[in-house]
């Protein structure tokens, strides 16, 4: 088992800033890659960005490039999402979750195994 633990998320107006960090306890974090994905009001959960066990391979999906940075410290057993130049349409409940053992890294929301509690970013315009 994985417990994840966010913080960070607020309200922020448009073209501010947020970091997000994902605090980890349980079996051992640098064995997993980690994720943020989110969910926003009536909409499905929805892939964000990714990083590998060893942090040497990111992903990202397109709406949040160049804007949002994901990271991790493996000696600290956190992940961290900074996301900066937000938009209203970022706004959602934002997860960090831990892959499937056997996942280099996760793209999909059906390849993570381990979910935090979720954290609210709201982007005002």
């Known amino acids: 088992q994985v417990q994840l633990v966010e913080s960070g998320g607020g309200l922020v107006q448009a073209g501010g800033s947020l970091r997000l960090s994902c605090a980890a306890s349980?079996?051992?974090?640098?064995?997993?890659?980690m994720g943020w994905l989110r969910q926003a009001p009536g909409k499905e959960r929805e892939f964000v960005a990714a990083?590998?066990?060893?942090?040497?391979?990111?992903d990202y999906a397109d709406s949040v490039k160049g804007r949002f940075t994901i990271s991790r410290d493996n000696a600290k057993d956190t992940v961290y999402l900074q996301m900066n130049s937000l938009k209203p349409e970022d706004t959602a409940v934002y997860y960090c979750?831990?892959?499937?053992?056997?996942?280099?890294?996760?793209?999909?929301?059906?390849?993570?195994?381990?979910w935090g509690q979720g954290t609210q970013v709201t982007v005002s315009s």
């Open positions: 979750a831990a892959a499937r053992i056997d996942l280099r890294i996760g793209v999909r929301p059906d390849e993570y195994a381990y």
């Open positions: 349980g079996r051992t974090f640098s064995l997993y890659a």
């Open positions: 990083i590998s066990w060893s942090g040497g391979t990111t």
